[in-house]
Structure formats: C-alpha cells, structure tokens
C-alpha cells in the first residue's frame, strides 16, 4: 500500500491571537467490533494463507482495506465472485441470509465477521417478523448493514431514512409496529424519528434494548462536548463511513464554527486554521490511531502543540474472533486481544 501521505512542512504556523490547542475526543477510533473483523481477516490470512477473499470492505476505511490487500486479502462486491471452496469473510456490517445460502451453495468456506451488536438486530429483525410485526427500519438507503437486516425479513421490512419520512411511512396495522435501526446513526436524528413515528402510532414498539450501538453514542458524546468549545473540528474517516459522516454533524450541530472529515492529514487545508484557536480532533470507529497521530504531527507542526483530551467514557467492552476462526486455531487465540487496538479512551 501507499504510505500515508505526509502533512509535514505543508500546513503552516498561522499567527493566532490567543492560545493554540487541540481539545482530543476519547473514545475515538477502532470500536471493538471493527477490531474483530479487522483482525478476523488478518487471523485467517496468517492460517490459510493468502488469498482470503472479503465480501465487501471489512469496514469502512480506506486505509484499513489497502493495507489488508497488501497482505493478501481480495475484496469482492458479491460471493459469485470467488472461487468455489475458498474462504470469505463477511464484513462487519453483516449479510442477509440470501447470501449465506449463495455462499453455501459456491462451497465457500465462510467467516462471519459480523459485528456482534449487528447480530442482534439481525435476530429482533427475525423475532418480530415471525410475531408478525411491520419493522420500521431507520437507517439509509443502500447501507450494507440495512441491506443485512432488511434481508431477514423482508416482507415485514420497511425502511424509514430519516425524521420526515416517518411522516408519509404508510403501515399495514397501527397495532403491530416496531421500529429496529442501524447501529451507526446519528442517536438525536433517530430519537426525532422515533418520536415523530410514535406521534403517528402510539402502539408502536421500541427493540428490546437500544440499536445504536455504545460506540457511535459514545463517539457522539465525546463530540458534542469537544464541539462546544472548538473553532474547528476535524474528524478523521472515510467517506463511506456512516459514524465519521454523522460526527461531522454532531459537531456542526453542537457548536463548532466549522466541521471537516479527512482521510489523512495531508487533506487538511491550510484556510480552515486561518484565526483557529482550538482544533477538535476525533476519529470514526473503523479508523486506527495511526491516522490520528498524523493528523495531530502535522497541527503541531502548524502550532497546535497543546494536547487537551476530553474524555467521556471509558471502552471495556471486547468480542471473541469469529467461531469459524476460533474452531480452526484450535481455541489458542486469547478473546481479551479483540478490541486491543481500539483507542482506550485516555
């Protein structure tokens, strides 16, 4: 893969009045989750060696998925793409069952790599169709994990994208309504969703426990409050990243007179710190510190020397490898590794 491109000597020391610094969110970066899959395909490629094919990106960050193609791994739209009886990897965002059965039917040797906070919603999915429920799915259109827990039950399904959608969603039975959502969304958005569907079917039911999972809302948190006190945040993720995108949001809508997402330091532009005093830094739950680190060598090269952590919460929470991996490896790898590489919080 290409070396991350470097922000040295490019950004310069813009005379600010006033003191220069960086309020630094935490938690940020890798969730436990993401830290699963990534390390899922990197477990399978060291045991069965390389290729190991990837049913879409893994997650959704760039530099995650150059650097596993560089050690082996082939990212794939769909599973007729590979070569009957190789291993796959479903990604973090999860899979309907309709491609389970298509990798079955191939003789694929599947790893699901499925966030386990995804697996559940895939099951109250399962659970409320079968009691024959109308699912109102609050997510967006065409997002792999929609197209996952959608795909559960589809007949029961319908997706509602946003607050004024539940306007106009039209339901079979008032009576027999509950709504499910995607794990990444913004948590204010999909509460004013909520509460302007249950304005319109007040039987409607909540999941049993809240889908949004604890990493987006504790990314949100973190942001809100660095928000506050920023002249500009600057959110490291990619682009298809629905946490990275909805904490540039978060951030517009909680105070930051200006809000940007980079992939790498090098996009940062020298024009959004002209009269910045305090940069919020944080990061989407698929990035690695490795790319926070750049971005903050290269503000302090631009004299943001001043490292303020603002923390919020603190991320325990660790996932086992895929059982798929964990039966091959004969059990020898230790559970309390997955989640390791997140940021912890500090």
């Not at 997706?159 to 008032?174: M, Q």
């Not at 959110?235 to 809000?259: D, T």
Request: hydrophobic share 40%; proline share 5%; aromatic share 4%.
């Amino acid at each position: 893969m290409p070396r991350i491109p470097s922000a040295r000597n490019r950004l310069k020391d813009t005379p600010v009045v006033g003191h220069k610094r960086v309020l630094l969110a935490a938690p940020r970066g890798y969730c436990a989750g993401v830290d699963r899959a990534v390390i899922a395909v990197e477990k399978a490629l060291e045991h069965y060696g390389a290729p190991v094919y990837v049913r879409k990106q893994i997650v959704h960050n760039i530099h995650v998925v150059s650097e596993l193609e560089n050690k082996g791994a082939i990212f794939v739209e769909e599973v007729d793409e590979v070569p009957r009886g190789a291993h796959i990897v479903f990604s973090a965002h999860g899979v309907s069952p309709a491609v389970v059965d298509a990798a079955a039917a191939r003789g694929l040797q599947a790893i699901d790599a499925t966030c386990p906070l995804v697996t559940k919603v895939h099951r109250e999915a399962v659970r409320f169709a079968r009691d024959d429920f109308q699912i109102l799915l609050i997510g967006h259109e065409g997002h792999e994990e929609v197209e996952g827990t959608a795909g559960e039950a589809p007949e029961h399904t319908t997706l509602v994208g946003s607050p004024d959608e539940a306007d106009t969603v039209v339901v079979r039975d008032p009576d027999r309504v509950v709504w499910l959502s995607q794990t990444t969304l913004s948590v204010d958005e999909t509460m004013e969703t909520v509460r302007r569907l249950r304005a319109r079917f007040p039987n409607l039911q909540d999941p049993p426990s809240d889908d949004i999972c604890y990493a987006t809302q504790n990314r949100q948190v973190a942001i809100k409050k660095v928000a506050t006190d920023s002249d500009l945040v600057i959110v490291v993720g990619s682009a298809n990243s629905s946490n990275s995108v909805r904490l540039v949001e978060v951030a517009l809508e909680y105070g930051a007179k200006a809000a940007y997402r980079v992939d790498f330091a090098s996009e940062v532009k020298q024009e959004w710190l002209d009269g910045v005093r305090t940069v919020g830094v944080t990061s989407g739950a698929s990035v690695p510190e490795e790319l926070v680190d750049e971005l903050l060598q290269a503000l302090a090269d631009a004299g943001y020397n001043d490292v303020e952590p603002v923390k919020t919460a603190q991320e325990d929470l660790i996932f086992s490898l895929p059982k798929e991996l964990r039966k091959d490896l004969n059990g020898n790898t230790d559970a309390r590794a997955i989640g390791g590489r997140a940021e912890s919080a500090q």
